[in-house]
């Protein structure tokens, strides 16, 4: 089967197993929408993981999405920054509004030593700006707020993975799916 699906054109998806979801995979409590996300991914995928896991995975996804944008902005290729602008955004906006409902709650130590301007509520508000009807990018607020984005992620990331590596492993799981459900 080929489309286009949440990352852009993915091409061949392989077809699901006949076989019953393995018990083992994921916590056993794991609802529909996570079933649907476990068995989507390959095995030892992270996002199948607790909540450090995704929330690396995450991290590690955006940062390689804008550090395309700045390559592509270095390249001089502004139209393929336009196509793909968007998209990075509301992948930021998801996981951000995620972060904050779901992970926040659960580590408020970690959540309130994020300096002002890093937190997930802070990009959020900024990040809304961006809007697919007012497309007007140029190319030093483009790189702008690459830059900016990818250093509140990283000092998220500092502050939060730490802190929920910390809660118990049923926690973790739980919030995992959680976050997972949120994002959709």
């Not at 509004?97 to 309130?112: F, I, K, T």
Request: hydrophobic share 35%; net charge negative; no cysteine.
């Amino acid at each position: 089967m080929r489309g286009r699906g949440r990352y852009g054109n993915i091409g061949s998806v392989t077809s699901q197993s006949s076989e019953p979801p393995d018990p083992d995979v994921g916590p056993a409590y794991g609802g529909s929408a996570d079933a649907g996300v476990r068995s989507s991914v390959p095995a030892g995928d992270p996002m199948t993981g607790d909540i450090d896991e995704v929330l690396r995975a995450e991290f590690a996804k955006l940062y390689g999405l804008y550090g395309d944008v700045v390559a592509l902005l270095d390249a001089g290729r502004l139209d393929e920054i336009r196509q793909r602008w968007f998209g990075i955004i509301r992948e930021t906006l998801e996981f951000e509004a995620g972060v904050q409902r779901v992970v926040l709650p659960e580590v408020p130590e970690a959540a309130s030593s994020l300096p002002d301007g890093t937190e997930p509520a802070a990009l959020l508000d900024w990040l809304q700006s961006y809007d697919e009807l007012n497309p007007d990018l140029e190319p030093d607020e483009v790189r702008t707020t690459a830059t900016t984005t990818v250093e509140a992620l990283e000092t998220q990331d500092r502050a939060l993975v730490p802190a929920v590596g910390a809660l118990s492993r049923d926690v973790r799981a739980r919030l995992g799916e959680d976050l997972r459900q949120v994002m959709g």
